[in-house]
């Protein structure tokens, strides 16, 4: 439970941060403009909005890898879990359910290996993203009320 939890932690983090570096970006670009004539405080400005990006890149690099890793883990643990399920359910069945050419082993393997990977795809790293974007679009809205209040 707690794989999840941080995995959503991180994937908020990520989207807040992707509407942030577009903010940051035009600070920047606004540091340039409000200050091209005074060449010293420019460079002062533009090298601290430089920073901001480069840590922020940084911060977004990590909470990318630990998400994916994460969610990763958590489709992983689904999948086994259903296939070891699968699987002794299918060694429970009687003899004569496996007579059955709709149960042959050829089909019942490709049901192991194909249809229970679908789960690993249905599971919370399509919620994470989701998450992910709506916290994006939130935090995008609340940059825009703050620059732009009027």
């Known amino acids: 439970m707690w794989i999840v939890f941080f995995g959503f932690f991180f ?3 990520k989207g807040l941060i992707s509407t942030t570096f577009g903010a940051l970006i035009m600070k920047n670009f606004f540091s340039i403009l409000n200050n091209f004539n005074d060449y010293n405080k ?5 090298d ?3 920073l901001m990006k480069f840590i922020t890149a940084i911060v ?4 990318c890898f630990a998400s994916k890793a994460l969610f990763s883990r958590v489709g992983e643990n689904i999948t086994l879990n259903v296939r070891a399920d699968l699987y002794t359910q299918i ?3 009687q003899i004569g359910w496996h007579d059955d050419a709709s149960n042959a082993s050829g089909i019942l393997g ?6 229970v990977q679908l789960l690993n795809g249905a599971s919370a790293e399509g919620v ?3 998450a992910e974007a709506f ?12 620059f732009s209040w009027r």
């Open 91 to 93: 060694i429970k069945k």
């Open 42 to 46: 420019m460079r002062k400005d533009v």
């Open 110 to 115: 490709a049901i192991l290996a194909s249809d």
């Open 135 to 146: 916290f994006s679009l939130v935090w995008g809205c609340v940059i825009g009320f703050l």
């Open 11 to 13: 994937e908020i983090i």
């Open 128 to 130: 994470a993203v989701m």
């Open 60 to 63: 977004a690099f990590i909470c």
């Open 48 to 50: 601290f909005w430089s």
